[in-house]
């Protein structure tokens, strides 16, 4: 891969976007391999993925613009379909990824962001979906994704405005959950990775996957996934393991 990096070590899996001198701008070749970079980290068995940018200046500066300036519709419409199958991955990653966002995260790279479980920014970072002075609007997901994390009011205007929110206006709107010094910002990422690789791995999957029905088909649905999810993990190691060690008070072991 030339575009994307990805380093796998106890559990933890790191992709990083490599294309500093284009501020990690998004083109069909590092799509192909992030797809590429995530379905390796799954075949690893990574319980935790790190969605980050290469550089000091951005996580993900969005799609190239010079890249995609002069799409027909079908064009513009095969990118759409290849940017969200991204996010799709990212949301279906049987494991929880976290965003470290280490500076400008704007269109496209916003909503991979918000496709992860986790978003922790430096205090650095500038997020925003940036796309109405583009002349078009988010179209990797950012009009659903959005909506998961702030009122409906707040997303259409963040994207009406475009709005772009340094990372204290971000983490008060709720599109990150902390802000941390710069040169703090992977070090605090590593910790989060490191204490969840020790949890144990499927009722962590089950966990995503039940609080993602309520995005997904919500009220009914939603809790009939949890209970399944819930009683699945009945007779697991890892359950058996957890309860015995809360029972006899040390802690557990998990697999």
């Not at 500038?126 to 009011?153: A, F, K, S, Y």
């Not at 070090?187 to 144990?200: G, I, N, T």
Request: aromatic letters at 8%; proline letters at 3%.
């Amino acid at each position: 891969m030339s575009t994307v990096t990805l380093d796998i070590a106890d559990g933890i899996a790191r992709l990083t976007v490599d294309r500093p001198d284009a501020l990690n701008a998004m083109n069909t070749a590092t799509l192909d391999e992030i797809e590429a970079a995530i379905a390796t980290a799954e075949d690893e068995d990574a319980r935790v993925l790190i969605l980050t940018g290469a550089g000091d200046d951005a996580f993900i500066a969005g799609a190239d613009i010079d890249y995609m300036k002069e799409f027909s519709t079908p064009e513009a419409l095969e990118y759409a379909e290849r940017g969200q199958g991204v996010v799709r991955d990212i949301q279906s990653f049987p494991g929880v990824t976290i965003a470290a966002i280490n500076g400008y995260a704007f269109g496209g790279g916003c909503e991979f962001a918000l496709a992860c479980d986790l978003r922790v920014a430096s205090e650095r970072a500038v997020i925003g979906q940036t796309e109405i002075d583009l002349g078009i609007i988010p179209g990797w997901g950012g009009t659903q994704l959005l909506q998961r994390l702030v009122p409906d009011e707040t997303a259409r205007r963040l994207i009406f405005f475009g709005e772009r929110l340094d990372a204290s206006d971000a983490h008060e709107q709720g599109l990150v959950g902390e802000v941390v010094a710069h040169d703090e910002l992977y070090d605090h990422v590593d910790e989060l990775a490191v204490e969840l690789a020790e949890k144990p791995r499927h009722a962590l999957y089950a966990a995503k996957e039940a609080l993602n029905a309520y995005h997904e088909t919500g009220g009914e649905g939603a809790m009939t996934v949890e209970r399944r999810a819930w009683s699945g993990l009945f007779g697991t190691a890892d359950q058996r393991e957890g309860m015995a060690a809360f029972v006899e008070k040390r802690d557990p072991d998990f697999e």
